[in-house]
């Protein structure tokens, strides 16, 4: 898969991953970023390209540079190349990423509970819409 723009795939039925893709809209320090659902057609195309679980929908996923990142390693990364005070979010860097990901996955499995869910994905403004794949 040849890839210029790096791609954020999220669960676009969570309140929370919703709103997180918000906000990294809105502290882009320059729009770079690229979306889809993971419950998508090409969502689940580019999971299964990567040999990923496909049922799986509980990681947030970065492609960048012809790589797969989830969980933390994805938001840290994504978070890097945000406006401030985002990038403070790497102090959390030299924590071993199996840390990271145990907080991360504790709170993917309450995030319905405590965010709530959609019905349906949530679909982009027409000036948005030209930086969804779905």
Known sequence: MEQVDPIILFDGVCNLCNTSIHKIIKNER??????????????QKILT???????????????????LHQKSRAILRICKKLKWPYPLVLVFWPIPFFIRDWVYNWVARNRYNWYGKKEECWIPTPDLQKRFLD
């Open 30 to 43: 320059k729009p770079m970023y690229k979306f889809a659902s993971l419950q998508s057609k090409i969502g």
């Open 49 to 67: 390209d990567f040999g990923k679980d496909t049922e799986n929908l509980d990681s947030i996923v970065l492609i960048q540079n012809g790589r």
